[in-house]
């Protein structure tokens, strides 16, 4: 089974720090466990499959895919033109090798082709080395940091 992710874009954060500072703060509880939420207009389709093969919701902030949390569920909320998804993810942050991506509208699905490699569990400062992250990612990647 091809595991299904989804990809979201980052708003009102500039930074990986400032969006893990928000995800620390807006907790709620989901199935008896701590959770944050990404708010939309639509749930996916494939919402099933996307829990099956343990998916996740790749972020992208200021036009880089940087991070992922795992996707825990899925709940439509409200009626009519106030309905509403709630996509439940887990608050661990796994910070991933740092792509560009352009803007774009609402989730989009995301194949296991195109996902960037995790890096691990981030934590807020850990980006303060003077360096671009995707500077970093590299000479990570290449054994040097």
Same mark, same amino acid.
């Given at each position: 089974?091809? %595991?299904?992710?989804?990809?979201?874009? &980052? &708003?009102? @954060?500039?930074?990986?720090?400032? #969006?893990?500072? $928000?995800?620390?703060?807006?907790? &709620?509880?989901? +199935?008896?466990?701590? @959770?944050?939420?990404?708010? %939309?207009? #639509?749930? =996916?389709?494939?919402?099933?499959?996307?829990?099956?093969?343990?998916?996740?919701?790749?972020?992208?902030?200021?036009?880089?895919?940087?991070?992922?949390?795992? $996707?825990?569920? #899925?709940?439509?909320?409200?009626?009519?033109? +106030?309905?509403?998804?709630?996509?439940?993810?887990?608050?661990?942050?796994?910070?991933? @090798?740092?792509?560009?991506?352009? =803007? #774009?509208?609402?989730?989009?699905?995301?194949?296991?082709?195109?996902?960037?490699?995790? $890096?691990?569990?981030?934590?807020?400062?850990?980006?303060? %080395?003077?360096?671009?992250?995707?500077?970093?990612?590299?000479?990570?990647?290449?054994?040097?940091?």
């Amino acid at each position: 089974m091809m %595991t299904l992710h989804i990809r979201k874009l &980052v &708003v009102g @954060a500039e930074t990986l720090d400032e #969006f893990a500072e $928000i995800q620390k703060r807006d907790r &709620v509880k989901y +199935n008896g466990q701590s @959770a944050c939420v990404i708010r %939309t207009r #639509f749930m =996916p389709k494939q919402a099933d499959e996307i829990l099956a093969g343990g998916g996740s919701a790749y972020r992208v902030i200021k036009g880089k895919m940087c991070c992922r949390q795992k $996707i825990l569920g #899925f709940e439509m909320v409200g009626e009519g033109k +106030n309905k509403s998804c709630r996509i439940y993810i887990d608050p661990e942050i796994i910070e991933t @090798a740092h792509m560009p991506h352009r =803007p #774009f509208q609402g989730w989009r699905y995301l194949k296991p082709a195109d996902v960037p490699p995790d $890096i691990g569990p981030y934590k807020i400062g850990s980006h303060k %080395t003077g360096l671009p992250p995707e500077m970093a990612a590299e000479l990570r990647d290449a054994g040097l940091l």
